[in-house]
């Protein structure tokens, strides 16, 4: 198993989305093309697709489409921008234009004003599915667990388990039996939940089990389903362990009781590692409890009513670890609304300004234990005066900035007098005041070409990564990967100044190409540019395929 230290993980990073207006902007441009089926190469009627504008990382989604009888689709009355373009139907796998599997980096369709994109075409592999059933230490049947497929990948810089959304979360039957289905193409990771992660009723005296039966997920073993094929006779026997009841009282900063959502995570290293979670809600006297914890080491987070209404992350919030070894009672989760980011935003460089509604602070969480697993966009607001206010912000975070516009990227964050740019920020003490962050249009660029043989290809990534492995954090300005055209010309921009290592690789999936390791890898194969703020540099690269 990939690096996992022990646990999984689902980092939940969303994505910013402009506020709707009552009707999408319009324009002159269309996007067209057919949908297919994988299976039969034929038209596929009925599949959705969907479009959405990016626009200096803020998003805007138009009406879907269907396709009809001949596979065929349409999007009019479209502005000129950068569209990403999304199919689904029930029973095949949701892709981006420009994948064949999931988690590959799509391609972009790039609209100009009148411009017709046709052959924007995409053929949906079908889904596959497993099944089989779960037995306990004795090898009987162990009905009232839940199992939950999962992969590894790199996001919010660790390796995490990510689980598979699925149609259905069915706990096993009498017989011990369980259905996984609706899975793309891949390598799973089978979890078997009990406890309070199988539900109220989970049931109990096991410990969190990967498949075939073990309790340490280095140990666990990958099932691996093709396009479309139905995995059957899996078997996995589930790990006994001592469990536990955990209780205690949801207050409010002040320390009265407050009714509150309440999650029990389980944790590796003092940060989540595993979107497996135990929903409750504590009653109107703050009591909470979950009963047959198995031992461990865990994350209680508590959301009360979100502040304005919304997503969570308007919710006040409050979190707090526990070591799991025999009950714990008398608990208490303090739950009260986040810190606030002040300061202004000034600009540099000659681009157009976008306008203060659309320039969005959101410091990005680099710890899902002391900061919500989950949420939403946060509540943030610029003023006219480019003075700007982010509230309810918990945890520890790097902040970042959205701009809203073209050719606009974070130069630097500056609190009083220290530069904390791409530093960590603990909001947990106290509000942050006084910061200057400087956006700049005078950004680096890479520019290219990719062959392979001779040839040239876009089937491929070129990553572009500082030198400097000191830069490889997450989050980092320093490290990008773009999809070449279908001749292999890429172009890569908003890069701060400085010197940089250029590769071109096959498609990874997810952020993988974020990964020091792999980084690491590619360094001695890469080639060495260097830029500087409002310049470029060209690379003649050839797909290295290691």
């Given at each position: 198993?990939?690096?996992?230290?022990?646990?999984?993980?689902?980092?939940?990073?969303?994505?910013?989305?402009?506020?709707?207006?009552?009707?999408?902007?319009?324009g002159?441009?269309?996007?067209?093309?057919?949908?297919?089926?994988?299976?039969?190469k034929?038209?596929?009627?009925?599949?959705?697709?969907r479009?959405v504008?990016w626009?200096?990382?803020?998003?805007?989604?138009?009406?879907?489409?269907?396709?009809?009888?001949?596979?065929?689709?349409?999007?009019?009355?479209l502005?000129?921008?950068?569209y990403?373009?999304?199919?689904?139907?029930t029973?095949?796998?949701t892709?981006?234009?420009?994948?064949v599997?999931?988690?590959?980096p799509?391609?972009?369709?790039?609209?100009?004003?009148?411009?017709?994109?046709?052959?924007?075409?995409?053929?949906?592999?079908?889904?596959g599915?497993?099944?089989?059933?779960?037995?306990?230490?004795?090898?009987?049947?162990?009905?009232?667990?839940t199992v939950?497929?999962?992969?590894?990948?790199y996001?919010a810089?660790?390796?995490?388990?990510?689980?598979?959304?699925?149609t259905?979360?069915?706990?096993?039957?009498?017989?011990?039996?369980?259905?996984l289905?609706?899975?793309?193409?891949g390598?799973?990771?089978?979890v078997?939940?009990?406890?309070?992660?199988?539900?109220?009723?989970?049931?109990?005296?096991?410990?969190?089990?990967?498949?075939p039966?073990?309790?340490?997920?280095?140990?666990?073993?990958?099932?691996t389903?093709d396009?479309?094929?139905?995995?059957?006779?899996?078997?996995?026997?589930?790990?006994?362990?001592?469990?536990?009841?955990i209780?205690?009282?949801?207050?409010?900063?002040n320390?009265?009781?407050?009714?509150?959502?309440?999650?029990?995570?389980?944790?590796?290293?003092?940060?989540v590692?595993?979107?497996?979670?135990?929903?409750?809600?504590?009653?109107?006297?703050?009591r909470?409890?979950?009963?047959?914890?198995?031992?461990?080491?865990y994350?209680i987070?508590?959301?009360?009513r979100?502040?304005?209404?919304?997503?969570?992350?308007?919710?006040?919030?409050?979190?707090?670890?526990?070591?799991?070894?025999?009950?714990?009672s008398?608990?208490?989760v303090?739950?009260?609304p986040?810190?606030?980011?002040?300061?202004r935003?000034?600009?540099?460089?000659p681009?157009p300004?976008?306008?203060?509604?659309?320039?969005?602070?959101?410091?990005a969480?680099?710890?899902?234990?002391?900061?919500?697993?989950?949420?939403?966009?946060?509540?943030?607001?610029?003023?006219?005066?480019?003075?700007?206010?982010?509230?309810?912000?918990?945890?520890?975070?790097?902040?970042?900035?959205?701009?809203?516009?073209?050719?606009?990227?974070?130069?630097s964050?500056?609190?009083?007098?220290?530069d904390?740019?791409d530093?960590?920020?603990?909001?947990?003490?106290?509000d942050?005041?006084?910061?200057?962050?400087?956006?700049?249009?005078?950004?680096?660029?890479?520019?290219?070409?990719?062959?392979?043989?001779?040839?040239?290809?876009?089937?491929?990534?070129?990553?572009?990564?500082?030198?400097?492995?000191?830069?490889?954090?997450?989050?980092?300005?320093?490290?990008?990967?773009?999809r070449?055209?279908?001749?292999?010309v890429?172009?890569?921009?908003?890069?701060?100044?400085?010197?940089?290592?250029?590769?071109?690789v096959p498609?990874?999936?997810?952020?993988?190409?974020?990964?020091?390791?792999v980084?690491?890898?590619?360094?001695?194969?890469?080639?060495?540019?260097?830029?500087?703020?409002g310049?470029?540099?060209?690379?003649?690269?050839?797909?290295?395929?290691?």
């Amino acid at each position: 198993m990939v690096n996992t230290c022990g646990a999984l993980a689902l980092v939940l990073v969303a994505l910013v989305q402009s506020p709707q207006p009552p009707a999408p902007p319009t324009g002159t441009g269309k996007i067209s093309g057919i949908v297919t089926r994988g299976d039969s190469k034929q038209p596929l009627d009925g599949a959705m697709v969907r479009v959405v504008r990016w626009e200096g990382g803020l998003g805007r989604q138009f009406p879907p489409s269907q396709s009809q009888a001949d596979g065929r689709f349409v999007f009019e009355n479209l502005p000129a921008g950068e569209y990403a373009v999304t199919f689904s139907a029930t029973g095949f796998v949701t892709l981006e234009w420009g994948q064949v599997r999931p988690q590959e980096p799509p391609r972009r369709v790039d609209l100009a004003e009148g411009q017709h994109a046709t052959n924007v075409n995409m053929t949906l592999p079908r889904t596959g599915a497993i099944e089989g059933r779960v037995l306990d230490e004795f090898g009987d049947p162990a009905p009232g667990l839940t199992v939950q497929a999962a992969r590894v990948q790199y996001a919010a810089g660790k390796h995490r388990l990510m689980p598979i959304a699925s149609t259905q979360n069915v706990p096993t039957d009498d017989l011990g039996q369980f259905r996984l289905f609706n899975l793309p193409p891949g390598d799973y990771y089978l979890v078997a939940l009990s406890g309070p992660f199988a539900g109220p009723d989970g049931a109990a005296g096991f410990a969190l089990t990967y498949f075939p039966g073990t309790a340490v997920p280095m140990d666990a073993q990958v099932v691996t389903v093709d396009v479309g094929q139905d995995i059957t006779g899996v078997t996995m026997q589930m790990s006994p362990a001592r469990t536990a009841t955990i209780s205690g009282v949801t207050t409010d900063e002040n320390g009265t009781p407050i009714q509150a959502s309440v999650m029990l995570i389980p944790t590796s290293g003092g940060d989540v590692r595993a979107a497996i979670m135990a929903r409750g809600e504590s009653d109107p006297a703050g009591r909470f409890v979950f009963r047959n914890v198995a031992s461990g080491t865990y994350a209680i987070q508590g959301f009360g009513r979100p502040v304005g209404g919304g997503n969570l992350g308007r919710a006040p919030f409050g979190a707090l670890q526990v070591t799991v070894d025999g009950d714990l009672s008398n608990l208490a989760v303090k739950i009260a609304p986040g810190a606030t980011l002040r300061g202004r935003v000034v600009f540099e460089g000659p681009a157009p300004q976008p306008a203060p509604d659309r320039v969005r602070v959101v410091p990005a969480p680099i710890n899902f234990a002391t900061g919500p697993l989950g949420g939403g966009p946060p509540d943030t607001v610029t003023n006219a005066d480019w003075t700007f206010e982010t509230r309810n912000m918990t945890g520890t975070r790097v902040i970042s900035v959205t701009a809203g516009a073209v050719g606009w990227r974070l130069k630097s964050v500056v609190r009083g007098s220290k530069d904390i740019t791409d530093h960590p920020v603990d909001f947990g003490e106290g509000d942050v005041n006084d910061v200057e962050i400087t956006m700049t249009s005078l950004h680096a660029t890479v520019t290219g070409s990719v062959t392979d043989a001779g040839e040239p290809i876009g089937e491929c990534l070129v990553v572009i990564f500082a030198d400097d492995l000191a830069k490889w954090t997450f989050p980092s300005r320093f490290i990008s990967a773009v999809r070449p055209n279908a001749t292999g010309v890429f172009t890569a921009s908003g890069l701060p100044s400085g010197d940089y290592l250029v590769i071109a690789v096959p498609l990874l999936a997810g952020q993988e190409w974020q990964d020091p390791a792999v980084l690491e890898r590619y360094r001695a194969h890469a080639t060495k540019v260097s830029v500087f703020e409002g310049g470029s540099a060209t690379a003649s690269l050839q797909l290295v395929r290691r």
